[in-house]
């Protein structure tokens, strides 16, 4: 069993660190808290069906209209509150004038809660507000686990070596999202485009699938999940070799290879089957949901015990390959 976890310091944290631990904490438990309640507003609608006595809907269409109201004022505090070190980041994007993750981001943000802030005034059309909340609150969760684990480790020790690893990382994945961002934005467009010439009451809703879909959650937690994999470890076995590290490190920048341009291809070949209008947005959501937690559970395999670290914690001196089975 590891001797440590991500949450177990090595160093007490200063001031300025704790104000944001404790405002990251914040913002975590109200996306969590909001997520579950518009979930479950949202419930109604996913079960609504064009069936049974006038009456009967009629009831139903009003619980809706309550419910969208309800997840509406829920989801606000998250977009603006929760949220807001995604806008910050896409702040500082347009003041270097370059695309980071936060572009992608926010965009899906919008690009989801714009239409459903106008269905729900208009009392027709699509709502997405359990898409955003579930979004939000799982990257926060992402985020928040990376700098957990960076904080774990001793930085006087390891921390040339790690920034030597992650800087490449999220230059990475930064050159990804830009071109992820770029054909996304382009290929919806047109197919939006082409929607509201064939069909415009379908127009909207197809446009709004197709960016849920893609949504690029996966994408977004490829590299700081990977990363938050290895510093834990790191952190649970400070005692491992140089050799040992290498080899982590060698294999954190494989599994995030394997996050990044997995997600990519895989939000590739789901765009084309909502772009035809075969998706309706829960499925979307959990399309969203299922493609982040592949990207998850990839990177966690690299939170493993390495051969050569005794009971006691500490490391014998021969290096093993991170990632061989234990």
């Known amino acids: 069993m590891m001797a440590k976890s991500i949450f177990a310091l090595n160093r007490p944290l200063t001031p300025q660190e704790l104000v944001e631990r404790r405002r990251t904490l914040v913002r975590l438990g109200l996306a969590w808290l909001a997520m579950m309640q518009v979930m479950m507003f949202a419930l109604p609608g996913y079960l609504r069906v064009d069936a049974g006595?006038?009456?009967?809907?009629?009831v139903l269409d009003w619980a809706i209209f309550l419910m969208n109201w309800a997840s509406f004022v829920m989801t606000v505090p998250v977009v603006l509150y929760a949220a807001w070190p995604m806008w910050r980041g896409l702040a500082k994007a347009i003041s270097q004038r370059r695309i980071n993750m936060d572009v992608p981001v926010t965009i899906s943000i919008i690009a989801a809660f714009v239409p459903s802030a106008i269905?729900?005034?208009?009392g027709s059309g699509e709502?997405?507000?359990?898409?955003?909340?579930?979004?939000?609150?799982?990257?926060?969760?992402a985020r928040y686990f990376e700098t957990r684990a960076r904080q774990s480790v001793d930085l006087i020790e390891s921390g040339q070596m790690q920034s030597q690893l992650c800087d490449p990382l999220l230059n990475r994945s930064d050159r990804v999202a830009t071109l992820f961002?770029?054909?996304?934005?382009?290929?919806?467009?047109?197919?939006?485009?082409?929607?509201?010439?064939?069909?415009p009451d379908h127009a909207l809703t197809v446009l709004v699938s197709m960016l849920v879909m893609s949504c690029p959650c996966a994408l977004s937690l490829a590299a700081p999940i990977s990363l938050a994999a290895a510093h834990a470890t790191i952190a649970a076995y400070p005692s491992m070799t140089g050799?040992?590290?290498?080899?982590?490190f060698e294999q954190t920048?494989?599994?995030?290879?394997?996050?990044?341009?997995?997600?990519?291809i895989w939000h590739v070949l789901t765009m084309p089957v909502a772009a035809v209008g075969l998706v309706t947005p829960?499925?979307?959501a959990l399309a969203m949901f299922l493609s982040s937690a592949a990207v998850v559970f990839n990177a966690w395999r690299l939170y493993r015990i390495p051969h050569d670290v005794r009971d006691d914690g500490s490391a014998c001196s021969a290096p093993v390959r991170a990632g061989e089975p234990v």
Not at 53 to 58: I, R, V, Y
Not at 128 to 138: E, L
Not at 183 to 190: C, G, H, K, P, T
């Open 53 to 58: 006595p006038n009456d009967s809907l009629e």
């Open 243 to 248: 050799g040992q590290r290498l080899a982590l």
């Open 253 to 264: 920048r494989k599994v995030t290879r394997q996050n990044l341009y997995g997600s990519l």
């Open 119 to 122: 269905a729900t005034m208009t």
């Open 181 to 199: 961002i770029l054909v996304q934005l382009a290929f919806s467009l047109m197919i939006g485009m082409v929607w509201f010439k064939l069909s």
């Open 127 to 141: 709502v997405y507000f359990d898409s955003v909340t579930m979004f939000v609150a799982f990257l926060l969760t």
């Open 282 to 284: 829960w499925v979307a």
